[in-house]
């Protein structure tokens, strides 16, 4: 029979709901504290805290040695972090006695790093991974503890991932807690997989803007990777910017050259677009401006 673990649970967001709601239900698992984002910390998280009766908290730096004193009237078995936003250092990793674990929506040691579902779009990936790691002084570097892989389609947006990304997270990360609880864990070195690996930076204001310079195939995995409710492809149509929601690839297209960004047809539903290597058929936009044949999108 295993016995009870105690959790430090550093989440923030959808993706710790789901896992909270799993870890909680179990019996033999108890939640010693949650630790929010100290900027804005979760008020999902901070109600069902309430509710539960779980001690809630942040604080700018959990290194420090204010915050390890005061962690230490929480005996804990495993500390969780679950989109938490501060990098741990070796004292706090070690604090627990069965250590700290992560929760990655990445294929580790791919894609590592941010905003990895659109990055796994916007490169035309077929699959995307989530890993629940141990957590290392390194980014998303720790031995692995589980990972499983879902596929991508054409119909994918990154909406459809997160979506999937939210429920698939919760349950991976349960299995891992679970699998630690039991001592059956894994240990796989990442440089196992691969010696380097790939890291992905955050997504800033700016990069929602569309390149028509690309193949009309770049140009489709662009807008579906950033599409609602991510904050959606810019264009710019005379002095108004254009909110690209949906494109969509046409089956023959000749490839021919011409200008990127001309639009080429205009109908009641949609408006057609050359790329560098074709053109492809916006389908969901807003605009201030009417679009015409003749237009050029910038």
């Known amino acids: 029979m295993t016995g009870t ?42 109600e069902r805290a309430k509710a539960g009766g779980v001690p809630f908290f942040t604080h700018p730096n959990v290194n420090s040695r204010e915050f390890l004193d005061k962690i230490a009237s929480y005996p804990c078995d495993l500390f969780v972090s679950m989109s938490f936003n501060q990098i741990f250092r070796k004292e706090l990793i070690a604090h627990p006695r069965l250590t700290t674990i992560n929760c990655h929506a990445g294929k580790l040691p791919f894609y590592r790093g941010r905003n990895i579902l659109n990055w796994a779009l916007i490169n035309d990936e077929k699959e995307f991974g989530i890993t629940v790691h141990y957590v290392d002084e390194g980014i998303d570097t720790g031995d692995i503890v589980l990972q499983r892989v879902f596929p991508i389609t054409d119909d994918d947006t990154y909406g459809s991932l997160l979506s999937r990304a939210y429920a698939g997270c919760a349950e991976l990360l349960y299995e891992g807690v679970k699998a630690l609880q039991s001592g059956s864990a894994a240990r796989v070195p990442q440089a196992q997989i ?14 929602e ?84 044949i003749g237009d050029r999108l910038k």
């Open 5 to 46: 673990v105690s959790i430090g649970y550093f989440a923030d967001g959808p993706w710790s709901h789901d896992a909270l709601a799993l870890l909680v239900s179990d019996p033999t698992i108890r939640i010693a504290f949650i630790c929010a984002r100290h900027e804005r910390p979760d008020p999902v998280l901070k």
């Open 209 to 292: 803007r569309l390149d028509w310079n690309q193949s009309s195939r770049e140009v489709f995995n662009f807008v579906r990777a950033i599409s609602r409710p991510g904050p959606e492809a810019r264009t710019r149509l005379r002095d108004s910017e254009v909110r690209i929601n949906k494109v969509e690839l046409l089956p023959d297209v000749p490839h021919y050259k011409g200008i990127p960004g001309a639009v080429i047809g205009v109908h009641a539903a949609y408006f057609l677009v050359k790329t560098r290597d074709s053109y492809v058929k916006v389908t969901e936009w807003s605009s201030a401006e009417r679009v015409r």
């Open 194 to 207: 691969h010696p380097r690996g790939t890291y992905c930076t955050a997504r800033v204001a700016g990069d």
